[in-house]
């Protein structure tokens, strides 16, 4: 059972279409981590949200911890080819702990 | 470069052969952790160091699997008597205690006959 259920597992858009990635959980997060991996490497850290209801923007990413810090969501727009790759999310249920990973969304962005 | 790295980046053997991997963290940092990663899923945590402490180790890691850390700095990761289900990405990654960023390297993918 993944105590960290991502949504969609798969998604492939048109460049410069919007999206939405979800990473839900029934546990509490001390902090939660977004990663971007590519086929053979390992994850890239994107960005890390600790404070419930805190939104982090990387460009044309942003990030949101849900209030309650059980859940999260990655919202990319004008998609480019470039975002292609496996977006993961993981938590950490004490605060410098190991990660739980989610199974990963892949994303395709067509041009 | 001062990231991450693992030694090798691939490895082919053969079922009941002993493997070892190495992680060199980022130098500072002195968290250390192991995952393994299946196709299709996310990585799963293996085991951590703080310094040269063991302090957890999942239920995946077998009797087969043994980590150290011997000065705190690189770990190695050995497999004995490799099985095909031991077929997976072999991830590390370090962090600066008590921050929860952890940073990956590029893994050892390991591929058993």
């Known amino acids: 059972t993944q105590l960290l259920e991502q949504s969609p597992q798969f998604l492939s858009i048109q460049e410069g279409e919007n999206l939405t990635v979800y990473c839900n959980s029934s546990?509490?997060?001390?902090?939660l981590q977004w990663y971007r991996q590519e086929p053979g490497e390992g994850p890239v850290l994107l960005v890390t949200?600790?404070?419930?209801?805190e939104v982090k923007k990387l460009k044309r990413l942003t990030f949101q911890f849900g209030d309650a810090r059980k859940d999260s969501s990655l919202h990319i727009t004008a998609a480019q080819p470039g975002d292609t790759g496996l977006y993961l999310c993981?938590?950490?249920?004490?605060?410098?702990?190991?990660?739980?990973f989610g199974a990963g969304t892949i994303l395709r962005v067509k041009s | 470069d001062t990231g991450v790295s693992q030694d090798p980046r691939h490895k082919i053997t053969k079922r009941g052969q002993n493997v070892t991997f190495r992680c060199d963290p980022i130098s500072e940092h002195n968290r250390l952790y192991w995952y393994r990663q299946t196709l299709g899923q996310g990585p799963e945590f293996l085991t951590y160091f703080q310094n040269e402490a063991q302090l957890e180790k999942s239920r995946l890691l077998s009797d087969r699997f043994s980590a150290e850390r011997p000065k705190g700095s690189f770990s190695t990761l050995e497999i004995q008597r490799t099985e095909q289900g031991d077929s997976a990405m072999y991830l590390c990654?370090?962090?600066?205690?008590?921050?929860?960023?952890?940073?990956f390297g590029p893994g050892t993918r390991l591929t058993v006959l």
């Open positions: 993981a938590g950490a249920m004490e605060y410098g702990n190991k990660l739980v």
């Open positions: 949200v600790v404070t419930g209801g």
């Open positions: 546990s509490v997060f001390s902090s």
């Open positions: 990654a370090s962090s600066l205690a008590p921050s929860s960023e952890q940073f």
